[in-house]
């Protein structure tokens, strides 16, 4: 017998672990939502070319794309009923193909070799900040819209849920 702690797994625990991680409908549907959303990225920013300025279209797209997942979620967890190919489709494939982090660095990047170095900082920054402050007002957005009762406020008056 060997020493240790092995252990011969059950076929049925074999199965259940295999049945826990996503499919192949699932890797579809965010193949699909990815394709639409780098597809909707890459027109935006063939309209509004960066140069060597701000990249203007980037940095919309990725704050436009965190106020959309702020306010998708809500009404993924929330609204709606559960779906099994929504959350990978929309959230995963559609807003993760529209927004971009490697286009945002290669965006710093373009700044920063182009001596604009004050700029890279200010578009790496304001990327960020804008980007949190984007889920947030789509979080705060979608329980609004959705007349659901906004945490924060219950939390603050003591009646947290």
């Not at 826990?20 to 699909?32: E, F, H, I, R």
């Not at 509004?48 to 279209?57: K, L, N």
């Not at 929309?90 to 001596?115: D, E, K, P, Q, R």
Request: hydrophobic letters at 50%.
């Amino acid at each position: 017998m060997p020493s240790g702690d092995a252990r011969i797994a059950s076929p049925s625990a074999i199965q259940q672990h295999r049945r826990s991680g996503p499919g192949a409908a699932d890797l579809a549907a965010v193949a699909v939502g990815g394709g639409v959303g780098s597809v909707a990225r890459y027109l935006l920013a063939a309209a509004f070319p960066a140069g060597h300025g701000f990249p203007w279209a980037i940095f919309a797209v990725n704050v436009s794309g965190c106020f959309c997942l702020g306010l998708l979620m809500i009404y993924l967890l929330e609204v709606w009923p559960p779906r099994r190919f929504l959350r990978p489709l929309l959230a995963i494939g559609l807003i993760g193909g529209y927004t971009t982090f490697s286009t945002y660095a290669g965006g710093v990047l373009t700044l920063l070799t182009g001596h604009a170095g004050a700029l890279a900082v200010a578009y790496a920054l304001s990327s960020i900040a804008a980007g949190l402050l984007a889920v947030w007002s789509g979080v705060k957005a979608g329980r609004t819209a959705a007349g659901l009762p906004v945490r924060v406020r219950a939390r603050r008056s003591g009646g947290g849920q």
